[in-house]
């Protein structure tokens, strides 16, 4: 069995990471697996104006990455012109570079697509909160603070010409499967959920007062922790929520704030303790040994690689009832959820985990649970027969 994982980035963002770690479980399996991100483009500085040219006009008030995946790409190219029916194309986040939509509906062969994010049965948003994706996009359902050309109109459109033959599709949360199910675009595709995979033989509990003492932190107050790769910038990951929140805490515990990601504001009315951005995951998982718990204030998340980093390291998680975040947490055993973007009853949240009067027991429902649900051995089988059920019909 031969797969070869695409992925418009090897290492930044979420995808890069899941697809990564799929990726060595997949060989640890013994299966022959390749990764593969965006091919230099001879060119590169014409395509870029080329495809900003694109976006010309087009004014949104929704907030985030919108992404039209044009023109056609070097790799696009080599893919369809080298087409090998024993070889498993196996897509994650595509983005502007790794291969255009019309090229994506050229492809034959055994292929499968984890959503990663909305942006596969969407316009050129990634994530959205309206019902366009459900209704089909029309000029009558565009949403107010649009203006200019309908950029994510006339993706969709271009979607929907060029993407005939239905392809496999994963999903990692089941949130995110309904939602493709429900759209307007790829309902009629086979979908199949598959949380992300990780190692619980690399991410594991450490000491905490060992973390806090190597990472320089205070040893004596609650760290509530918070990772987001964009920090306070990204809207769609609620730092703005948590900052409400974490106000009300501190009227009730000492609780400061861990952030890793960007960089904290310098005029937060408690004490923060900023990381910066870490790629080192070695450096990570001291992160999440030296915090209490993590706070996943997102808006809107497909299965977040951090609530099941801070779970598999023995750290509940305290998210909203909204997304896939929500399926992160087994309310009472390995964290607490939260009404949707309510700082005030999230605060409630935190404070009822922090207040656990038995950390060591939670922390091991969290352990046990993780690797009950995301361990490598579990998600790698699941994708295997994937695999098999694509090469099989060839």
Avoid at 54 to 75: Q, S
Avoid at 228 to 245: S, T
Avoid at 331 to 336: C, D, M, N, V
Wanted: charged fraction near 20%.
């Amino acid at each position: 069995m031969n797969v070869l994982h695409l992925n418009a980035s090897d290492q930044d963002g979420g995808a890069a990471r899941a697809a990564q770690r799929l990726h060595n479980a997949l060989l640890d399996n013994g299966i022959n697996s390749e990764f593969q991100s965006a091919l230099p483009q001879a060119m590169n500085r014409w395509r870029h104006l080329r495809a900003r040219w694109r976006y010309r006009g087009f004014r949104t008030a929704a907030p985030g990455l919108h992404t039209i995946a044009w023109p056609n790409t070097a790799l696009g190219r080599r893919l369809i012109c080298h087409f090998n029916p024993r070889l498993v194309l196996h897509f994650h986040w595509l983005g502007d570079d790794l291969l255009s939509i019309e090229q994506l509906g050229r492809l034959n062969g055994p292929l499968c697509w984890t959503l990663h994010d909305m942006w596969p049965f969407c316009g050129a948003e990634h994530y959205t909160s309206d019902n366009r994706f459900l209704e089909g996009y029309l000029s009558t359902n565009r949403p107010v603070g649009e203006h200019g050309q309908d950029l994510n109109l006339r993706t969709w459109t271009r979607k929907y010409r060029a993407w005939r033959r239905p392809h496999q599709l994963i999903a990692p949360s089941r949130w995110i499967q309904s939602c493709v199910q429900r759209s307007a675009l790829l309902g009629h595709w086979p979908c199949v959920h598959i949380p992300n995979a990780i190692d619980e033989n690399q991410w594991h509990p450490l000491n905490r007062d060992f973390a806090r003492q190597t990472l320089g932190l205070p040893r004596d107050c609650p760290l509530v922790l918070f990772v987001a790769m964009g920090g306070f910038a990204d809207f769609r990951k609620g730092a703005d929520l948590l900052v409400e929140a974490m106000q009300h805490l501190r009227r009730k515990s000492p609780a400061e704030l861990l952030l890793v990601g960007g960089q904290p504001p310098h005029n937060l009315p408690f004490p923060c303790h900023g990381l910066g951005s870490i790629q080192d995951d070695r450096l990570l998982k001291l992160a999440y040994a030296a915090s209490d718990l993590l706070a996943l204030p997102s808006r809107l998340d497909n299965l977040p690689n951090t609530a099941l980093e801070a779970q598999m390291c023995g750290r509940p998680v305290v998210a909203f009832k909204t997304s896939g975040s929500a399926e992160t947490v087994e309310p009472g055993l390995t964290g607490a959820l939260s009404e949707d973007f309510d700082p005030k009853t999230f605060s409630k949240a935190l404070l009822k985990i922090l207040q656990h009067p038995q950390p060591q027991i939670i922390a091991k429902h969290c352990r046990n649970i993780a690797i009950q649900q995301w361990s490598t051995s579990v998600v790698v089988k699941a994708h295997e027969t994937v695999y098999r059920s694509l090469l099989e019909f060839q």
